[in-house]
């Protein structure tokens, strides 16, 4: 069974940083090969997809957070990472981790910025 957990979300002011951490588990040798996204919900708003890494190395961003967000993966931890960096208020909201192989979610960490 594939398992994600995320890690690292947090208060910060407009402008900071924040580093997301998800851990997959249950894709047993073929973690690199997987694709894997970030999506985030804010209040009132629909499921976005902010970020994905391909596993052959391409990569998407959503325009929101071209340019200041960047999406990384350690195929070594099977794990993926999302650096934010420059946030907004805007940015506020709960980051999800999502693998489309065997449609796994993570619960969710909350990003706030405070302007």
């Known amino acids: 069974q594939v398992q994600v957990v995320e890690s690292g979300g947090g208060l910060v002011q407009a402008g900071g940083s924040l580093r997301l951490s998800c851990a997959v588990s249950g894709t047993g040798s073929t973690f690199s090969t997987h694709a894997i996204g970030w999506f985030r919900q804010a209040p009132g708003k629909e499921l976005l997809l902010i970020a994905r890494?391909?596993?052959?190395?391409?990569?998407f961003y959503d325009d929101s957070v071209k340019g200041r967000f960047t999406i990384s993966r350690d195929n070594a931890k099977n794990t993926v990472y999302l650096q934010m960096n420059s946030l907004k208020p805007q940015d506020t909201a709960v980051y999800y981790c999502h693998i489309p192989f065997g449609n796994a979610w993570g619960q969710g960490t909350q990003v706030t910025v405070s302007s």
């Open positions: 890494v391909y596993g052959g190395g391409k990569i």
